[in-house]
């Protein structure tokens, strides 16, 4: 059931690593981010020679401060030219550690999941960059399109040495010699020789800092006894220095643009459907996720969408004898009547004179620059074409689906439009979508060609015929995933990404049932069974079932219409009532049966307060606990999100929320009960500024597609993480 070039991944996940946020000075014009609380770069070339496909690029190493310089212009403006990307993140000195290779792994989910990158990159390894890319790189050879070093380490003991290399593995320098063959990049080439991972070297023969003989000589001459293609040019006369033949060596960059662009080759950009159909003889697999509102899903899709009518001037609708017909050139023909249309769009347009073919002229002017898609007509007036300066932008044929092409305005222009009716329904109805808002899905996808997987062949949003969702409660689509999944038709959740993952990751179909209600709180709504009250400050705060939410001797409070645990309960009482008549819900899985595969839970914002962010680890674990027994699923997987508004900035009880989200994840060791089962995601990460979001509303993350489709992502990275320790 793979429909996407997916590779084995291992997880963009982590507990918090607080990093301050870090400017970068790059060569050439790029992003900078963060990743795993990580300075992460890329530089893209040009869409002047943007290629069709995968994005192939370099992966450049050591990304320390300084690193890449303004000495590696020449080779980076060369790729640049042949349509390469040059992406790096900064690990620190991790020497090769499984630390630093974790967060190398993060990069590469990120960038080929998420920007549509290449699977193959090569692999650029300057000084120690090449102890942090060879660790990598032996873990992953298929995953290597070749390896291009500039007086690369590859021997720990030669470089940094072990005492100084040591700290970073978490070992003594004698525990680190013990376990080299573990460690080593020379002494772990095997696998990297078997995948065929071409690999060239360049290095000085007076390199004092890096030898020569230790490193790329020794690991040429080891990777040639196991079969591997390599080539080692030895430099003669120069040292680890800064001369330009390092960073102008045709023959370096010509190996690299070469390889690179041969590991963007053969991978799909978009689904083109199963390759396998799903499993029938297993039960499916069951995900229940639950929280608050942006669990519901605010992610959104487009622009959204908006009547026409000030942005139309002067229509006139002129009428031609018979039906439509393909051959007619209207243009060129005189019409039986013609009308002037005082009002058009809103939703009372004036009404048109009917009889024969109906043609609208008139001119289009729209207030702010950017891409626009049309919708005109409604119902069976949507059955016509539309010109827009000459230009196709909308095609429905009866019995057909409409194609759309966006059309550029700029603030201020008027362009001249015809919609030519093809049945005798026409009328001045319209609707104008923007699609190029930044953060919208639409703007994501479609403008900056991440997340590839989400279009089909035909550029339609996809959908998979191997994942169903069914929201409750809230956000109560039930249909196979797609987009619309969220609060409305116009919105997703992390539903949708996470599907994505883990219906690739089963040969059994997948169900996602998402229970979820905005504005709630652990403390409160959410509070589990049997959760007695608690003193903070001397106030004491409700427990199950309790209907004052808090009180103290002298204030004794007052009961409300709601109850301590009230959303927990409707939430999953609906989940069970689902489950328990589940051949009735899903007639196609009748006789399969499921199981509980896993829990997600993604909430936070509304227990911002003192009182409720103290207790919000107690009550997570309650929580996690409760839903295992409520389901009979004792050890089912459970991933939780962290909260993430404002990304690193977060301060007070929000960010006392999140260090509790993060303190029972399993490989903290805090509940041992936990360890390989429970995991929780850093968020914080994705967080994105409104100015580069739809909207303005930090609390449901300004409204940022991007930022739950990431938040997606590494759900079910943390998903098929616990699923792979069981």
């Known amino acids: 059931m793979k429909n996407l070039p997916l590779v084995i991944f291992s997880t963009v996940l982590a507990c918090a690593q607080i990093a301050s946020a870090q400017d970068k000075d790059l060569p050439r014009p790029g992003e900078v981010f963060r990743i795993d609380g990580r300075t992460a770069f890329v530089i893209e070339p040009s869409a002047a020679v943007h290629r069709d496909g995968p994005q192939p690029w370099i992966w450049y190493a050591p990304t320390l401060k300084?690193?890449?310089?303004?000495?590696?212009?020449?080779?980076?403006?060369?790729?640049?030219?042949?349509?390469?990307?040059?992406?790096?993140?900064?690990?620190?000195?991790?020497?090769?550690?499984?630390?630093?290779?974790?967060?190398?792994?993060?990069?590469?989910?990120?960038?080929?999941?998420?920007?549509?990158?290449?699977?193959?990159?090569?692999?650029?390894?300057?000084?120690?960059?090449?102890?942090?890319?060879?660790?990598?790189?032996?873990?992953?050879?298929?995953?290597?399109?070749?390896?291009?070093?500039?007086y690369p380490v590859c021997d720990l003991a030669s470089y940094p040495g072990l005492a100084k290399a040591a700290p970073a593995y978490g070992m003594s320098a004698e525990e680190l010699l013990a376990s080299l063959s573990t460690h080593n990049p020379v002494d772990r080439l095997a696998s990297l020789a078997e995948a065929r991972v071409p690999i060239l070297h360049i290095h000085g023969d007076r390199d004092g800092t890096v030898p020569l003989d230790a490193n790329s000589g020794a690991l040429g001459a080891r990777y040639a006894a196991l079969g591997g293609p390599a080539k080692i040019s030895v430099i003669e006369g120069r040292g680890h220095d800064m001369w330009s033949g390092w960073f102008q060596s045709e023959e370096l960059t010509d190996f690299a643009v070469r390889h690179a662009l041969a590991g963007a080759q053969g991978a799909s950009e978009s689904p083109?459907?199963?390759?396998?159909?799903?499993?029938?003889?297993?039960?499916?697999?069951?995900?229940?996720?639950?929280?608050?509102?942006?669990?519901?899903?605010?992610?959104?899709?487009?622009?959204?969408?908006?009547?026409?009518?000030?942005?139309?001037?002067?229509?006139?609708?002129?009428?031609?004898?018979?039906?439509?017909?393909?051959?007619?050139?209207?243009d060129s023909m005189t019409p039986t009547t013609t009308k002037k249309l005082p009002v058009y769009g809103g939703v009372e347009p004036t009404r048109f004179p009917g009889g024969g073919t109906q043609v609208v002229r008139g001119f289009i002017e729209l207030a702010d620059d950017g891409a626009y898609e049309f919708n005109p007509g409604y119902s069976n007036s949507t059955y016509n074409v539309m010109e827009v300066a000459g230009v196709e932008v909308y095609r429905k044929e009866p019995g057909e689906e409409a194609t759309r092409t966006a059309f550029q305005f700029k603030e201020g222009e008027r362009h001249p439009f015809k919609i030519t009716f093809f049945t005798k329904a026409a009328d001045g109805l319209g609707w104008i979508y923007r699609t190029d808002l930044p953060g919208t899905l639409s703007?994501?996808?479609?403008?900056?060609?991440?997340?590839?997987?989400?279009?089909?062949?035909?550029?339609?949003?996809?959908?998979?015929?191997?994942?169903?969702?069914?929201?409750?409660?809230?956000?109560?689509?039930?249909?196979?995933?797609?987009?619309?999944?969220?609060?409305n038709a116009n919105s997703i959740g992390p539903e949708l990404q996470f599907g994505h993952v883990l219906g690739e990751h089963h040969d059994e179909p997948v169900i996602v049932i998402k229970t979820s209600q905005g504005n709630r709180s652990l403390g409160w709504d959410f509070l589990p069974p049997d959760s007695a009250r608690f003193t903070y400050e001397g106030r004491t705060y409700a427990g199950s079932g309790d209907k004052i939410p808090s009180w103290t001797p002298d204030d004794p409070g007052k009961e409300v219409d709601w109850y301590a645990g009230l959303q927990y309960d409707q939430c999953f009482e609906a989940v069970h009532e689902v489950l328990n008549n589940f051949a009735e819900h899903f007639p196609q899985y009748g006789e399969q049966g499921y199981e509980i595969a896993g829990f997600v839970?993604?909430?936070?914002?509304?227990?911002?307060?003192?009182?409720?962010?103290?207790?919000?680890?107690?009550?997570?674990?309650?929580?996690?606990?409760?839903?295992?027994?409520?389901?009979?699923?004792?050890?089912?997987?459970?991933?939780?999100?962290?909260?993430?508004?404002?990304?690193?900035?977060?301060?007070?009880?929000?960010?006392?929320?999140?260090?509790?989200?993060?303190?029972?994840?399993?490989?903290?060791?805090?509940?041992?009960?936990?360890?390989?089962?429970?995991?929780?995601?850093?968020?914080?990460?994705?967080?994105?500024?409104?100015?580069?979001?739809?909207?303005?509303?930090?609390?449901?993350?300004?409204?940022?597609?991007?930022?739950?489709?990431?938040?997606?992502?590494?759900?079910?990275?943390?998903?098929?993480?616990?699923?792979e320790s069981q």
């Open 601 to 723: 839970w993604w909430q936070g914002h509304k227990d911002g307060n003192a009182a409720h962010a103290s207790r919000y680890e107690f009550n997570l674990v309650k929580l996690i606990q409760s839903l295992r027994a409520e389901f009979d699923a004792a050890n089912a997987p459970f991933v939780i999100g962290t909260i993430g508004f404002g990304g690193w900035e977060m301060a007070g009880p929000h960010l006392t929320v999140a260090n509790a989200q993060l303190a029972v994840s399993g490989e903290t060791g805090k509940y041992p009960e936990f360890a390989g089962n429970v995991l929780t995601a850093e968020i914080r990460d994705f967080w994105k500024d409104a100015s580069i979001s739809p909207r303005n509303q930090g609390f449901h993350y300004n409204g940022n597609a991007e930022t739950y489709l990431m938040v997606g992502e590494v759900l079910g990275r943390g998903m098929l993480k616990l699923l």
């Open 66 to 150: 300084g690193l890449p310089s303004q000495a590696e212009t020449w080779m980076f403006d060369r790729f640049l030219a042949a349509g390469i990307a040059i992406a790096g993140i900064d690990v620190g000195e991790s020497y090769g550690s499984p630390d630093g290779t974790k967060h190398y792994q993060a990069l590469y989910e990120r960038l080929t999941t998420t920007r549509g990158y290449a699977p193959r990159p090569v692999l650029l390894a300057r000084s120690r960059g090449g102890l942090m890319l060879y660790n990598w790189a032996v873990e992953h050879p298929s995953k290597v399109g070749g390896v291009a070093g500039i």
């Open 443 to 487: 703007t994501v996808v479609k403008t900056d060609g991440k997340f590839p997987h989400l279009l089909d062949a035909e550029g339609r949003w996809a959908v998979r015929d191997d994942v169903w969702y069914k929201g409750l409660v809230t956000a109560t689509a039930n249909k196979w995933l797609t987009i619309g999944c969220g609060a």
């Open 272 to 330: 083109e459907g199963l390759s396998t159909p799903p499993a029938t003889d297993k039960p499916v697999k069951v995900y229940i996720l639950s929280g608050q509102s942006n669990m519901v899903g605010i992610g959104q899709v487009s622009g959204g969408s908006t009547r026409w009518g000030k942005q139309i001037i002067d229509p006139v609708v002129s009428v031609y004898a018979g039906p439509y017909s393909a051959e007619a050139d209207y």
